[in-house]
Structure formats: structure tokens, C-alpha cells
């Protein structure tokens, strides 16, 4: 579990780190990435209860499947196309999904272990904020040698299909 969290902050920190400047890079989309950090947020808001929903429906590890697999596409979509309907798609997508992985793990972390929740949820967000420290360092060398953002978001939604490969293997699980 600690594993595929640390590839979900993977993604999520090459996304909000850089999905500004992205959206900026972009020629007719010049002034606007301001817009699209705010299309994040507006989908980020309702999303920690709609995925509680969900989870409450399907289970916990089968809803972080369906919210890694669409931050992933979130993720890969501005190196797929620059149109501003897939900006506005991959803004929608991503912002209505991070949020739903932090939320849906340290809701499991304090579930699965009620006798001392706050140390697995502590550990989880540990793993969570290295990965943010981490993804930014090989995508600014990926952007510095391609000129664009395309290989880091590409690594980046890579890396999240590792956690989301990692999250199957829990399906196994009878607790989950």
C-alpha cells in the first residue's frame, strides 16, 4: 500500500507542480494556466466525498484503482494533445482524483488499524511527501533535455500505473 501511495504522489506532484506552466507553454493557451490550477481545485472539492461514496459501493481498493486509473489519464493527456478541451478534461480529471488517493488511503490507514491510526497514517504520508520531493527533480531534467513536458508526464503516469499494478495485487486481500 505504502508503495503504490508513493506513486500517487509521484503523480500528483509533477501535475500541480507543473501543470501552470504546461498550460502556459501552450500557444493559444498563453495567460491561462492560472485557469486551469483553478479547474483543479473546483474538481478537487466535492471529490474526497463523491470517492468516499464510491469506496462505501465498490470497496476501497477497487475505488483507488478506478481514481488511480483516471489520474493517470489526467496525467498522460497533455502530452497526448494541447487542445483546450483536453486541457480542460486533464485539469478535471486530475484535480477530481489526487485528492480522492490521499483521502481513500488515511481513510483505510485509520480503518485497518483503529489501535493507533495516526502512526500509519503519519507512515503513509511519509511515503506520499517523498515521492513530491522526489518526481520534481527527474522532470525538470526530462523538460530541460526535451523542451517540453511530455517525458515527465509520461514517467509520471508510468509511475502511477505502478502503484495502480500495486493496488490489484491487494485485491487479494481479504481485509480490502
Known amino acids: 500500500m505504502m508503495l503504490a501511495y508513493f506513486c500517487a504522489g509521484y503523480g500528483y506532484a509533477v501535475s500541480s507542480t507543473f501543470i501552470v506552466d504546461i498550460v502556459e507553454r501552450v500557444e493559444g493557451l498563453k495567460g491561462q494556466g492560472s485557469i486551469a490550477f483553478l479547474l483543479v481545485g473546483l474538481a478537487a472539492t466535492p471529490a474526497a466525498l463523491i470517492w468516499d461514496s464510491i469506496a462505501r459501493r ?9 481514481a488511480y486509473t483516471l489520474l493517470l489519464i489526467g496525467i498522460i493527456l497533455p502530452a497526448i494533445s494541447d487542445t483546450l478541451p483536453v486541457i480542460i478534461i486533464s485539469t478535471l480529471l486530475f484535480g477530481g482524483t489526487f485528492i480522492a488517493c490521499v483521502s481513500l488511503v488515511l481513510t483505510m490507514a485509520g480503518n485497518f488499524y483503529p489501535s493507533n491510526p495516526a502512526r500509519s497514517m503519519g507512515t503513509m504520508t511519509l511515503a506520499y511527501g517523498d ?17 517540453n513536458y511530455n517525458m515527465a508526464l509520461y514517467l509520471s503516469a508510468f509511475i502511477v500505473m505502478i502503484g495502480t499494478w500495486f493496488l490489484f495485487g491487494l485485491l487479494k486481500k481479504p481485509l480490502l
Open 58 to 66: 465498490t470497496g476501497f481498493i477497487k475505488a483507488l484503482i478506478a
Open 131 to 147: 515521492a513530491q520531493i522526489i518526481a520534481p527533480i527527474p522532470s525538470g531534467c526530462l523538460l530541460e533535455y526535451f523542451g
